[in-house]
């Protein structure tokens, strides 16, 4: 008998251990029902691995990138006037020549390059830690920005010549590539620009909220951005001149200018998610040393009929006065903002667009470094008389990039 109420009092203590843990899940579910429909996302952990909030322990490690198309313009390059032209019947003396009313430009005199350009960008990084408070990453992109051309072949007309200011003469001057029964060529104008960067850096996470996250970012940055500008120009005497009739004359101008930085970023990146959708914003700056190199060369070959081709140095605005490599460091700063939106395929995978923008606050471009004084008395292997013109000096100036991106994103 007493084995029996032993075994019911057991029984029964059983029932309310049972009866009080299933009110306590129930309490616990009405809660966590209530959290998420105040916080429009759900709280469990396998929500917040679908991109919802929830607890961090759940995480775990995680390799993560992005790869993205990139659609930018830039400032552009200022040029003075390059190539230009006038209408049938102008007199010689005024063809092509800068300030006459009937001079028309064909390439510079104005902004180069403003178009769209096209590139790349791909990021790989990955957290360090369990609750993804600490990650580390790379970043590398190139991108070619628009291109600026001109090519016009012409038996006389139209008209096609090179401006310059003639020292000698004191006035503005033209070197006539094509004229009607006097000289007969084709000419070539390019301008282009090209950006590259690379970033190691850490990301160490400053705050935390349901559906948000603020990040710190930093570490070692490089960029590179080349300019050029090429002008060919290929042309043969018909009559008059100093050479025979028959001669032909290649000039080439070639003006490179190159911008290393190497230095150090800062910044922050926020993110927001909410459910599929993701949207991230950047901010950061850089500040290092940016080595400026201008490279300038120029020759001019001359083939008089029955002979050999010689070659002088020295095409008509890159003469033996400006030719050569010249170096410039600075401390300049990058600043770079941008942000994109995601939409979540999976839990992996994500589509983006976005906007970026880079400043750099200060460069050499190409075309600064032009010098429109020519002393023609140098030219062909001429001595020099007179002024040593054209020189060499820095001319700096600032330089922005901005566009949309088009993208991938993973994470594993």
């Known amino acids: ?77 200022t040029a003075p006037p390059l190539i230009t032209t006038s ?46 408070d600490l990650g580390l990453g790379a970043s590398f992109m190139g991108i070619s920005l628009d291109e600026s051309r001109f090519a016009r072949s012409s038996n006389g007309q139209p008209i096609i010549a090179r401006p310059f200011f003639n020292v000698i003469g004191g006035a503005e001057d033209a070197l006539l590539v094509a004229f009607p029964g006097v000289v007969t060529g084709d000419i070539l104008g390019l301008s282009e620009t090209k950006a590259y ?73 926020g993110q927001i998610h909410r459910r599929r959708w993701n949207i991230r914003g950047l901010a950061k700056v850089a500040l290092g040393n940016n080595t400026m190199r201008a490279n300038i060369n120029g020759s001019t070959t001359v083939t008089a009929p029955m002979t050999s081709p010689s070659v002088a140095p020295g095409g008509l605005l890159a003469m033996p006065t400006n030719i050569g490599s010249f170096d410039n460091d600075e401390i300049v700063f990058i600043p770079e903002v941008g942000f994109t939106v995601g939409y979540r395929l999976n839990d992996c995978v994500e589509l983006t667009v976005g906007y970026s923008a880079i400043y750099w606050s200060k460069v050499l471009l ?6 429109r004084r020519v002393n023609l008395s140098q030219a062909n292997n001429g001595m020099l008389v007179g002024p040593p013109l054209p020189q060499f000096q820095f001319r700096e100036t600032d330089f922005w990039m901005q566009g949309f991106t088009f993208g991938m994103a993973w994470e594993y």
């Open 197 to 269: 960067g690379a970033d190691g850096f850490f990301r160490l996470r400053l705050h935390e909220g349901c559906g948000y996250a603020i990040d710190m970012t930093g570490g070692y940055q490089f960029n590179r951005l080349n300019d050029g500008l090429l002008i060919h120009s290929l042309h043969t005497i018909v009559s008059g001149g100093p050479f025979p009739n028959g001669t032909t004359l290649r000039t080439i101008d070639i003006f490179d200018t190159e911008n290393e930085f190497h230095g150090g970023s800062l910044g922050l990146i």
């Open 1 to 77: 008998m007493k084995a029996r109420v032993t075994i019911l009092i057991i029984a029964l203590n059983a029932l309310v251990v049972v009866s009080s843990a299933q009110a306590q899940f129930v309490k616990q579910a009405s809660l966590t029902t209530l959290a998420e429909q105040l916080s429009g996302a759900p709280t469990d952990c396998t929500a917040a691995a679908k991109g919802g909030c929830g607890c961090a322990s759940c995480r775990g490690w995680a390799i993560w990138g992005n790869a993205e198309y990139l659609m930018w313009w830039s400032k552009g390059r």
């Open 366 to 371: 190409a075309a600064d470094q032009i010098d």
């Open 87 to 132: 209408p049938g019947g102008t007199p010689q003396a005024d063809a092509g020549v800068v300030g006459e009313p009937t001079t028309l430009l064909f390439f510079g005199g104005g902004r180069l390059g403003q178009g769209l350009g096209s590139g790349g960008r791909v990021t790989v990084g990955g957290w360090m830690d369990r609750r993804q």
